[in-house]
Structure formats: structure tokens, C-alpha cells
């Protein structure tokens, strides 16, 4: 089944802005775009942001997100330590009536 | 609060079934796709199935195509996910989730003899 690429690790510094990516192809991110999530070490993932690039309240707005083509990309602003976690993004394919995360980034805030 | 709350997972043989369920609570959960998605142990996370609100439209991922069938009750506000001819590679912490919205605790299955 086609996948989303995110690179598998990043390093920042506190109060400095990662971007984090993730490249899919026309049938998913390039179709409808891609939600992002958050997950910390032994709990269940966090919906950050919604496909059409919109937050779910409670959503700091350190965290924004956009797409270029086949390419979404989130970028926090400010890193605080608890912004350290694994990131998920998630696209619907539509050419195979399935959902796919890309491999996820485990972000690390020095 | 939104509640999801997963069960069922358990150790079973290869080739062994299994029928998970979640259970919502203080949301309307008539008004949601509802999805499982899996993370085995150390790994990413995968989408493995989603039924719509009205349990007309299921999809599944590739890798449990025809073995696995979600289901739903609206009157029970509960999800099902039956997992037949289980293998070492479902191993897995299988959460459920509202739209990707929420999302229970999950529940660990372990395939192996």
C-alpha cells in the first residue's frame, strides 16, 4: 500500500521552530492533504491538526501546518520540552479507499 | 469528556481469533467514522480499519483484508473489530478512535504460542 515519508528523527533547541514533513503522492497528501498528530511515550496519539489544515480546540497555535503539492508540512513555533514526542501524519488515499501515517518523527527538544 | 474505552486483547495462538470491542461515552457517538488503528511494539502507527456511522461503508488496510470484520452497535455505542486467522505480526496495542479525533487507551493483543 503506497506511504507517507517522514523523516524518522530531529533535533531542535528550546524556543527554536521545527518543520517537520511528510511526502505522499496525488492520490493521498496531494489529494486532500494530510491531519498530524501527537504522540508521547506510552500514551495514545493527539489529533494536532485536521486535513484541511484547521486545529481541534484546545490546539496551541505554536503548532500550524500547510501543503505544497504532495509534500504537508507542521512547524511548531517556540519548542517547549513537551513538545517532545513522536509526530504522525495521516492521509486518506483515494485511488485505494484506505487510510495511511507516514512512519512518524521523534522529535527531540535539547 | 469523551470516553473510548478498548478491551478484549489478550495472548492467543497463531491461526487463533478474537474479538475486540470499544465502548464510547459522553459523545455522540452515532455522528462519528470510527477507525482501529495499531502500533506494534516500538513501531509506528497503522491504520487497520474504519466503519462509517451508519455501518454501511467498511474499509480495511491490505495486511487484514479478510481476516479481520469491524462492526458497530449505535444502540450499545460500541465498536467491534473480529480478528480471525491472527498472526505473530498483529501483535499489537490496538487503539480506537472517533475520527482520529479521539481516541481510547487501547488494548495489547499478543499472537504467539
Known amino acids: 500500500q503506497a506511504g507517507l515519508t517522514q523523516p524518522p528523527s530531529m533535533s531542535k533547541g528550546l524556543r527554536q521552530t521545527a518543520t517537520l514533513t511528510c511526502t505522499g503522492n496525488?492520490?493521498?497528501?496531494?489529494?486532500?492533504?494530510a491531519a498530524w498528530l501527537q504522540q508521547h511515550q506510552g500514551h495514545p496519539p493527539k489529533l494536532l491538526s485536521y486535513r484541511n489544515n484547521n486545529r481541534p480546540s484546545g490546539i496551541s497555535e505554536r503548532f500550524s501546518t500547510s501543503r505544497s503539492g504532495n509534500i504537508a508540512s507542521l512547524t511548531i513555533t517556540g519548542l517547549q520540552p513537551e513538545d517532545e514526542a513522536d509526530y504522525y501524519c495521516?492521509?486518506?488515499?483515494?485511488?485505494?479507499?484506505?487510510?495511511?501515517f507516514g512512519g512518524g518523527t521523534k522529535l527531540t527538544v535539547l | 469528556e469523551v470516553h473510548l474505552v478498548e478491551s478484549g486483547g489478550v495472548v492467543v495462538q497463531p491461526g487463533g481469533s478474537l474479538r475486540l470491542s470499544c465502548t464510547a461515552s459522553e459523545f455522540s457517538f452515532d455522528d462519528y467514522t470510527m477507525h482501529w488503528v495499531r502500533q506494534a511494539p516500538g513501531k509506528g502507527l497503522e491504520w487497520v480499519s474504519l466503519i462509517g456511522w451508519d455501518a454501511f461503508t467498511t474499509d480495511y488496510a491490505d495486511s487484514v483484508k479478510g481476516r479481520f470484520t469491524i462492526s458497530r452497535d449505535n444502540s450499545r455505542r460500541s465498536l467491534y473489530l473480529q480478528m480471525n486467522s491472527l498472526r505473530a505480526e498483529d501483535t499489537a496495542l490496538y487503539y480506537c478512535?472517533?475520527?482520529?479525533?479521539?481516541w481510547g487507551p487501547g488494548t495489547l493483543v499478543i499472537v504467539s504460542s
Open positions: 478512535s472517533a475520527d482520529f479525533q479521539h
Open positions: 495521516l492521509a486518506r488515499d483515494s485511488s485505494l479507499s484506505v487510510w495511511v
Open positions: 496525488v492520490n493521498n497528501v496531494g489529494n486532500q492533504g
